[in-house]
Protein backbone atom coordinates (compact mmCIF):
# COMPACT_ATOMS: atom_id res chain seq x y z
CA UNK A 1 0.00 0.00 0.00
CA UNK A 2 1.63 3.49 -1.01
CA UNK A 3 2.05 5.77 1.89
CA UNK A 4 0.84 9.17 1.59
CA UNK A 5 2.31 10.64 4.36
CA UNK A 6 4.70 10.43 7.23
CA UNK A 7 2.98 11.17 10.66
CA UNK A 8 5.38 13.11 13.60
CA UNK A 9 6.44 11.27 16.87
CA UNK A 10 6.13 13.25 19.97
CA UNK A 11 9.35 13.02 22.46
CA UNK A 12 8.32 10.84 25.47
CA UNK A 13 5.07 8.45 24.48
CA UNK A 14 6.16 4.65 24.96
CA UNK A 15 5.57 4.13 21.63
CA UNK A 16 6.25 6.62 19.16
CA UNK A 17 8.26 9.21 21.41
CA UNK A 18 11.58 9.87 19.83
CA UNK A 19 13.49 10.43 23.23
CA UNK A 20 12.42 7.59 25.44
CA UNK A 21 14.78 5.32 25.66
CA UNK A 22 12.44 2.61 26.81
CA UNK A 23 9.99 3.05 23.88
CA UNK A 24 9.59 1.82 20.87
CA UNK A 25 10.37 4.63 19.02
CA UNK A 26 8.02 3.71 16.09
CA UNK A 27 7.08 5.93 12.83
CA UNK A 28 3.05 6.53 11.45
CA UNK A 29 2.48 6.70 8.25
CA UNK A 30 -0.98 7.96 6.29
CA UNK A 31 -1.87 5.35 3.26
CA UNK A 32 -2.95 5.75 0.60
CA UNK A 33 -6.55 4.30 1.37
CA UNK A 34 -6.37 6.58 4.50
CA UNK A 35 -5.51 4.14 6.88
CA UNK A 36 -2.59 4.26 9.15
CA UNK A 37 0.50 1.79 9.47
CA UNK A 38 3.68 1.19 11.23
CA UNK A 39 6.96 -0.90 11.03
CA UNK A 40 8.36 -1.55 13.90
CA UNK A 41 9.70 -4.45 16.90
CA UNK A 42 9.22 -4.80 20.42
CA UNK A 43 12.38 -5.33 22.50
CA UNK A 44 13.57 -7.77 25.34
CA UNK A 45 12.74 -4.81 27.65
CA UNK A 46 8.91 -4.98 26.33
CA UNK A 47 8.77 -9.01 27.21
CA UNK A 48 6.79 -10.54 29.85
CA UNK A 49 7.28 -14.49 29.09
CA UNK A 50 10.65 -15.25 27.36
CA UNK A 51 10.50 -14.57 23.92
CA UNK A 52 6.97 -12.69 24.27
CA UNK A 53 6.07 -9.49 23.80
CA UNK A 54 4.26 -8.08 27.31
CA UNK A 55 0.53 -7.33 27.02
CA UNK A 56 0.44 -4.00 27.82
CA UNK A 57 2.94 -3.06 25.43
CA UNK A 58 0.57 -4.65 22.80
CA UNK A 59 -1.77 -2.49 24.10
CA UNK A 60 -0.19 0.25 23.93
CA UNK A 61 0.87 -0.24 20.06
CA UNK A 62 -3.19 -1.21 19.38
CA UNK A 63 -4.43 1.98 21.14
CA UNK A 64 -1.87 4.20 19.59
CA UNK A 65 -2.62 2.95 15.81
CA UNK A 66 -6.09 3.31 16.08
CA UNK A 67 -5.99 6.74 18.10
CA UNK A 68 -3.65 7.74 15.32
CA UNK A 69 -5.86 7.13 12.46
CA UNK A 70 -8.12 10.49 12.97
CA UNK A 71 -5.14 12.61 11.87
CA UNK A 72 -5.45 11.13 8.27
CA UNK A 73 -9.16 12.59 8.25
CA UNK A 74 -8.67 15.73 10.84
CA UNK A 75 -5.06 16.50 11.48
CA UNK A 76 -5.43 18.79 14.04
CA UNK A 77 -7.89 16.96 16.39
CA UNK A 78 -6.77 15.24 19.42
CA UNK A 79 -8.66 12.54 21.20
CA UNK A 80 -8.21 10.14 24.57
CA UNK A 81 -9.14 6.87 24.72
CA UNK A 82 -12.57 6.19 26.23
CA UNK A 83 -12.87 2.46 25.75
CA UNK A 84 -10.04 -0.62 23.93
CA UNK A 85 -11.22 -4.07 23.38
CA UNK A 86 -8.34 -6.69 22.59
CA UNK A 87 -7.93 -9.52 21.27
CA UNK A 88 -4.59 -11.34 21.21
CA UNK A 89 -4.72 -14.24 18.82
CA UNK A 90 -1.01 -15.34 18.86
CA UNK A 91 1.77 -14.63 21.06
CA UNK A 92 3.91 -11.45 19.97
CA UNK A 93 7.54 -11.59 19.80
CA UNK A 94 9.91 -9.72 20.10
CA UNK A 95 13.22 -8.62 17.88
CA UNK A 96 11.22 -9.18 14.71
CA UNK A 97 9.73 -6.87 12.51
CA UNK A 98 6.35 -6.27 12.67
CA UNK A 99 3.59 -4.36 11.10
CA UNK A 100 0.37 -2.43 12.56
CA UNK A 101 -2.45 -1.01 10.89
CA UNK A 102 -5.23 1.12 12.13
CA UNK A 103 -8.69 1.72 10.17
CA UNK A 104 -11.34 4.37 11.14
CA UNK A 105 -14.71 2.33 11.12
CA UNK A 106 -17.27 5.48 12.64
CA UNK A 107 -16.57 8.95 13.18
CA UNK A 108 -18.56 12.21 14.32
CA UNK A 109 -18.37 15.69 16.11
CA UNK A 110 -17.79 14.29 19.71
CA UNK A 111 -15.86 11.18 19.04
CA UNK A 112 -14.60 8.14 16.82
CA UNK A 113 -14.31 4.23 16.50
CA UNK A 114 -11.34 2.44 15.48
CA UNK A 115 -9.62 -0.38 14.82
CA UNK A 116 -6.41 -1.85 14.95
CA UNK A 117 -4.08 -5.28 14.42
CA UNK A 118 -0.61 -6.08 14.71
CA UNK A 119 0.84 -8.38 12.14
CA UNK A 120 3.79 -10.22 11.74
CA UNK A 121 6.26 -10.14 8.66
CA UNK A 122 4.18 -13.25 6.91
CA UNK A 123 0.76 -11.23 7.35
CA UNK A 124 -0.43 -13.16 10.18
CA UNK A 125 -2.69 -11.62 12.43
CA UNK A 126 -1.17 -11.88 15.79
CA UNK A 127 -3.22 -8.93 18.02
CA UNK A 128 -6.01 -6.89 17.40
CA UNK A 129 -8.19 -4.10 19.20
CA UNK A 130 -11.15 -1.96 18.50
CA UNK A 131 -11.08 1.63 20.30
CA UNK A 132 -13.79 4.19 21.21
CA UNK A 133 -12.40 8.11 21.11
CA UNK A 134 -13.94 11.45 22.67
CA UNK A 135 -12.56 14.23 20.87
CA UNK A 136 -10.96 16.63 23.10
CA UNK A 137 -9.42 20.62 22.91
CA UNK A 138 -5.73 20.24 23.89
CA UNK A 139 -6.57 21.95 27.06
CA UNK A 140 -8.83 19.36 28.04
CA UNK A 141 -6.31 16.93 27.99
CA UNK A 142 -2.87 18.60 29.75
CA UNK A 143 -1.37 21.53 30.35
CA UNK A 144 2.05 21.09 28.49
CA UNK A 145 1.90 22.94 24.80
CA UNK A 146 0.95 19.72 22.63
CA UNK A 147 2.16 21.45 19.54
CA UNK A 148 6.08 21.28 21.20
CA UNK A 149 5.73 17.63 21.86
CA UNK A 150 4.23 16.88 18.78
CA UNK A 151 6.66 18.42 16.19
CA UNK A 152 9.52 15.63 16.36
CA UNK A 153 9.81 14.79 12.44
CA UNK A 154 12.38 12.28 11.18
CA UNK A 155 12.46 11.63 7.37
CA UNK A 156 13.12 8.55 6.11
CA UNK A 157 12.32 6.36 2.65
CA UNK A 158 9.56 4.44 3.20
CA UNK A 159 6.97 4.63 0.43
CA UNK A 160 5.41 1.36 0.66
CA UNK A 161 3.85 -0.91 3.21
CA UNK A 162 2.97 -4.15 2.76
CA UNK A 163 -0.23 -5.39 4.22
Known amino acids: MKVVKKQNNSKMCIIC ?35 RAHGGMISCML ?7 IWAYEPDTLAVTSSLKLKFRKPVPYDVP ?14 FTAKSEIFDQD ?10 YVKLPPSKITDVDMVEQLDEYLPDDVTEINI
Not at 17 to 38: C, H, I, M, Q, W
Not at 123 to 132: C, F, H, R, T
Open 17 to 51: GLYNDSGLKAPFYELEDKRVATLFEYKEIHQSYPG
Open 63 to 69: DELAGRV
Open 98 to 111: LVGVGTLLTNSKRG
Open 123 to 132: GKLLAEGEAI
